[in-house]
């Protein structure tokens, strides 16, 4: 089992909630769930991340764009 503590300003923990509590309402699935699949979704995106970086690094690339990344992991920007 995995146990995370986040130490945010509470305007942001306010904002979050606020998030859980509608995406609980729509989904009725609790918090955890969300959480559990944002941390998935994002390591999987992660680790394209590495890989890029890595390929980029060896062809001698030092810079890179958001648009560039977000194409790499086939994304669109969200605001």
Excluded: S
């Excluded at 959480?35 to 030092?62: C, S």
């Excluded at 560039?68 to 605001?79: A, G, H, M, S």
């Amino acid at each position: 089992m995995l146990k995370l503590t986040l130490n945010l300003p509470k305007k942001a923990e306010e904002e979050l909630e606020k998030d859980f509590q509608r995406l609980e309402a729509i989904t009725n699935k609790p918090k955890e769930f969300h959480v559990k699949e944002a941390l998935v979704r994002y390591l999987k995106h992660a680790d394209k991340l590495i890989k890029y970086y890595e390929e980029q690094r060896k062809k001698g690339n030092k810079g890179y764009t958001t648009e560039k990344l977000l194409e790499q992991l086939n994304l669109k920007e969200v605001d």
